[in-house]
């Protein structure tokens, strides 16, 4: 792990609710880490061969910035996902597991996280079995609508995004560099 005496403590971060932002929120996260010579990664649950800005500037911010998906480019039916889907996920999250024992980053960002166990995909067990075998000089974040009282509880630091107006409403798709 680069840095990790200089740090202090890490942290247990949850961005959740109906806004927008909560991705967002967890990338300028990892950038600024980047700026100071920490390294994240960010495991993408439900999310996967889609063009996402993100997976081009990884590239530019390597090694600082590691994304990996655990999800394929399609939609999940929210209550009957498919095998597939579910093995995506908790390779996801093994991957998790590992970055988090691994020791190789300062910042662990689990995107969606709270989506894929609200749709099925891993079992909220799972998810508090991996949270607490946090080290403590790791900073944690999880990502998501449906964020589970049990997460919340656990966390340290709550963010809730509330969606008051949003122009996807009026029609408006994904644009790549704003939501993609």
């Known amino acids: 792990m680069n840095k ?4 202090g403590p890490g942290f247990i971060q949850v961005y ?10 967890s990338l300028g996260l990892a950038l600024r880490a980047a700026g100071h010579g920490y390294k994240s990664i960010i495991i993408q649950f439900m999310k996967g061969k ?3 800005g993100e ?18 480019p399609h939609f999940i039916k929210r209550g009957s996902p ?4 579910i ?9 998790a597991q590992q970055a988090l024992t691994g020791r190789k980053y300062n910042i662990v960002i689990l995107d969606e996280l709270n989506v894929a166990i609200d749709f099925g995909l891993i079992p909220l067990k799972d998810a508090l079995e991996l949270i607490s075998h946090k080290p403590p000089d790791v900073e944690l974040i999880i990502t998501g609508r449906y964020a589970k009282q049990e997460i919340i509880d656990r966390a340290d630091l709550v963010t809730e995004m509330r969606e008051i107006k949003h122009y996807y409403h009026k029609g408006v798709q994904a644009r790549d560099g704003i939501e993609k």
């Open 50 to 52: 889609i063009d996402y």
């Open 4 to 7: 990790k005496d200089t740090k």
């Open 55 to 72: 997976l081009k500037a990884q590239k530019m911010l390597s090694p600082y910035l590691k994304i990996v998906q655990a999800g394929g």
């Open 16 to 25: 959740t609710g109906n806004g927008k932002g909560k991705t967002t929120a």
């Open 87 to 95: 093995k995506m996920a908790r390779k996801g999250l093994k991957t």
């Open 82 to 85: 498919s095998e597939q889907d």
